[in-house]
């Protein structure tokens, strides 16, 4: 039988595993049956307040099981969820409500005072009460009936160039082919047993849930503060028998650099599947070192293609210093380079990384320009209609066809794991009344966003007003205020000359 909607992964798991636990937090957890029942309590609660499909309902996150219930009662009522980060603040939550007009914003405890604040744009729906809603069954079975396997699961906003936060839109079949592929190749079973550190507005959540509802595994959502201490993230992964981690590369990184692993290792664990960033040779080795036994896993992608298009499992030696392939094509994608004219370049050249499949998201939510700039015709094929997506990094692919992430073509860069656009950052922070001009640049070797600004701010203030602006990911590190900024001839703000003072010519 055909599966058209990603709710069937959580169905079936719930009736072969009913009791079994699927989902837990440090408060909080949910065996499959619990999940369902919570799931079909939401969507009957949601399916009152609106009679349509495919609506977008907001919900707030604060990385908890709960969570999860909610997503899937948001999916029982035949809508998408767009999760929403509860600590993101409200100026941005509010642009992102307009855009939606969404059907509900769905928060959990804790969340009353931000939802009432956004109470103007949709009404709020407390998670824990809709759980306890009676279900109608036959009502969801309805809803859930008019929704394809092109409908949408979910849309992630991401920063955007122009200051406005793009809204990637996802369907059930890029979800399901994802998750098919992902299970079989990575071996995971009803055994297994997951880490999760990614947040759920993070789309490299995505795997640990989804791949969780289809096998029927397990999944433990870690505490934010064991990352601050990597003896107790250990211990934690020890006891709760941990076989397998989807991280954030930055994750794996920051424990491999605290020297925790040379005192402890997690003794269940089989698979380290990363993705997000560059994989670094160095920390890597130390993981290796380590836990010989583990695979290790780079995998690459943006949102745009649902979560990840390459993967390159590790089974051979690197220097610290050798940059790490991020591989092949995953199934049913295809993943190729073409230069500045949309031509395609020869193994050892290096052009933009392309992406062709049922991975592709279906756009940007209300925002046409950008989604057609991002997803065009296949310029290899004149013949029919053939989208592919660019986008934007550089790669280059050797003779055995394996490819390796070179860089970003743009302002767009990787910081702390998230994908942010400085333009967005410089948008928001010019609109400060003080500042004239602001310029943010990215210092990759170091992780770090400089802001170089005009005006009669000082740093400290600016620093603390940035914070109230922007997600925590966004907001820079360091601060340069000027007399004047530097413009080349055309007038434009000289930017390699900023660079070259604050990051090339720092110490």
């Not at 009913?18 to 309590?41: I, N, V």
């Not at 009460?129 to 009502?139: G, V």
Request: contains cysteine; aromatic residues 8%.
């Amino acid at each position: 039988m055909l599966q058209k909607n990603v709710l069937d992964y959580l169905t079936a798991s719930a009736g072969r595993f009913p009791d079994k636990l699927a989902f837990a937090d440090e408060t909080g957890q949910f065996t499959f049956s619990q999940l369902l029942a919570a799931a079909q309590g939401l969507g009957t609660c949601l399916a009152g307040l609106d009679p349509r499909t495919n609506r977008p309902v907001g919900v707030l996150v604060n990385h908890t099981a709960a969570n999860i219930a909610s997503f899937m009662g948001v999916l029982a009522a035949g809508c998408f969820y767009v999760p929403l980060d509860m600590q993101m603040p409200l100026p941005r939550l509010r642009g992102i409500l307009e855009t939606l007009s969404p059907t509900a914003l769905v928060y959990p405890p804790g969340g009353e005072e931000t939802a009432r604040a956004l109470a103007d744009l949709c009404p709020p729906v407390p998670d824990a009460e809709a759980f306890a809603h009676p279900a109608d069954p036959a009502l969801l079975a309805r809803r859930q009936g008019q929704v394809l396997d092109i409908d949408p699961v979910y849309a992630i906003f991401t920063s955007g160039s122009t200051g406005t936060p793009k809204g990637i839109v996802i369907c059930h079949r890029s979800v399901i082919d994802f998750v098919e592929w992902m299970a079989d190749a990575c071996q995971f079973t009803h055994e297994d047993v997951m880490g999760n550190q990614a947040p759920f507005y993070f789309d490299l959540s995505v795997k640990d849930i989804y791949l969780t509802l289809k096998c029927g595994a397990t999944t433990h959502i870690i505490p934010k503060k064991d990352f601050l201490f990597p003896t107790l993230l250990i211990d934690f992964l020890e006891e709760k028998k941990v076989t397998a981690l989807v991280w954030a590369t930055s994750a794996f990184h920051l424990v491999a650099n605290s020297g925790v692993l040379e005192k402890k290792v997690p003794s269940h664990l089989r698979t380290a599947i990363l993705g997000g960033e560059a994989l670094q040779a160095k920390q890597l080795n130390r993981w290796r070192a380590a836990l010989p036994q583990v695979q290790y896993t780079n995998l690459y992608g943006p949102t745009e293609v649902t979560v990840d298009c390459t993967w390159y499992p590790i089974h051979r030696e690197f220097a610290d210093d050798e940059r790490i392939p991020i591989g092949r094509a995953c199934a049913n994608k295809e993943v190729f380079l073409l230069d500045e004219h949309l031509r395609p370049v020869p193994p050892g050249q290096p052009g933009e990384l392309c992406v062709r499949g049922m991975g592709l998201a279906k756009g940007y939510f209300a925002q046409w320009d950008k989604t057609r700039s991002a997803f065009i015709q296949d310029p290899r094929n004149p013949n029919y209609p053939d989208l592919i997506y660019r986008t934007g990094d550089l790669a280059v692919m050797d003779e055995e066809g394996l490819f390796t992430f070179l860089t970003r073509q743009d302002g767009q860069v990787k910081h702390m794991g998230y994908r942010i656009e400085l333009g967005e950052i410089e948008t928001v922070l010019s609109s400060i009344p003080a500042l004239q001009e602001v310029v943010c640049l990215f210092d990759g070797d170091k992780d770090r966003i400089h802001c170089v600004y005009t005006g009669g701010e000082d740093p400290k203030v600016l620093a603390k007003t940035a914070r109230s602006l922007l997600p925590r990911y966004m907001v820079p590190n360091l601060y340069h205020q000027l007399d004047t900024m530097p413009h080349n001839p055309n007038g434009k703000i000289d930017r390699p000359k900023l660079k070259e003072e604050f990051i090339h010519g720092a110490s």
